[in-house]
C-alpha cells in the first residue's frame, strides 16, 4: 500500500521548489510521482504537424523523489507523516501520526 497516490495534495520538504503546494498528477514508479508546477522544466519541442503539435519552448512537470514531499494535513494545513491502521473489518487505512485521523474518509 502507497502512503502518497494520485490526488493526494502534498508539500515539497526539501530541494528547489520547497514550500510549495500541489496535487499528485501520477505515479511514475514506486519512488517518484508528478506533482502540479512543482519541478517544472522548459523543454524545447520540435513541431509534429501529424500530431498536431505546435513546436516552441513548453513547460513541463517532472518527476520529483517522494522522499522529498509529504502529504498536507488539512486539519493543520502543515506537512504530515503518514502510517497504517488496521480497522474492525481487516481493512488497512492511512492515517496521518500526529493526530490520528483518517487520510481517506
Known sequence: ????????EVVV???RD???R???L??????RVVVEGVNRVKKH???NPMK???GGIVDKDMPIHISNIALVNPATQKADRVGFKQLDGGRKVRVFKSNGE????
Open 1 to 8: 500500500m502507497d502512503r502518497i497516490r494520485k490526488g493526494d
Open 13 to 15: 520538504i526539501s530541494g
Open 18 to 20: 520547497k514550500g510549495k
Open 22 to 24: 500541489g496535487t499528485v
Open 26 to 31: 501520477r505515479r511514475m514508479d514506486e519512488a
Open 45 to 47: 519541442q520540435r513541431p
Open 52 to 54: 498536431g503539435v505546435a
Open 102 to 105: 483518517q487520510v481517506d474518509a
